[in-house]
């Protein structure tokens, strides 16, 4: 049973393109979280998905982020017209129902 | 290479009483090291942090934490239990240097009434 997979590993961006994050979770995981670490920063939630639902996205910034996971394929964070101070580590862990959590690698985000 | 251990996968203490949630850790430098809470559904939160500073890092909800080098530990306590502290416990290390983290397995603490 394959973890929590992320991808890209490193992702390059300039700034005001776009960055994708894709997310797959752990078979018959349906929660899905993300977190954004900073340097010297512990993890700081963003968002919590099930299943096509946003659950909770009081730690994601209003504009430029967004969060989906659709029926089928990965949970995906988009983040518009990137600046450097969206230059983190993203991580995305999974659960079942009321179970801990699962975490991928994560995906470092550096913004030029 | 760094790992985390959590001694304990299940505790459980009654209401009042003192509570004690093992860590261990193994690291070839000076880590970062963070607790994290989980209640039922919801996301991780931030207990508190430990970063080379202070050795005895007091966090949230009356929880606090001492990083003892020469024990690689890294323990949570809290003097008194209440019942809304029922929930799963993370320790971590963090290497910011190229973004690894490393969770323990985690800790369930029950509060006994």
């Known amino acids: 049973n394959a973890g929590v997979m992320q991808n890209p590993r490193h992702l390059v961006r300039r700034r005001g393109q776009e960055a994708r994050l894709r997310c797959s979770p752990m078979k018959g995981h349906s929660h899905v979280y993300w977190y954004r670490q900073l340097p010297e920063e512990g993890l700081k939630f963003m968002v919590y998905l099930q299943k096509e639902n946003i659950i909770d996205e009081s730690g994601m910034p209003k504009e430029r982020f967004s969060a989906e996971f659709p029926k089928e394929g990965p949970s995906i964070l988009r983040i518009q017209q990137v600046v450097r101070g969206d230059s983190a580590a993203y991580f995305c862990a999974s659960s079942l129902s009321n179970s801990p959590l699962h975490f991928g690698n994560g995906t470092r985000l550096t913004v030029t | 290479a760094q790992s985390v251990t959590q001694l304990d996968s299940h505790v459980s203490v009654s209401e009042g009483t003192p509570v004690l949630l093992r860590c261990n850790y193994s690291s070839s430098y000076s880590p970062s090291l963070f607790w994290y809470v989980q209640h039922p559904n919801k996301g991780l939160q931030l207990l508190l942090k430990y970063t080379s500073a202070a050795t005895l890092v007091k966090g949230i909800n009356g929880f606090e934490a001492e990083f003892k080098k020469s024990e690689t530990s890294f323990h949570l306590t809290k003097p008194s239990a209440h019942m809304s502290d029922a929930a799963e416990y993370f320790c971590?290390?963090?290497?910011?240097?190229?973004?690894?983290?490393?969770f323990g397995k985690g800790t369930r603490l029950h509060i006994l009434p």
């Open positions: 971590v290390v963090s290497d910011f240097r190229d973004d690894k983290i490393i």
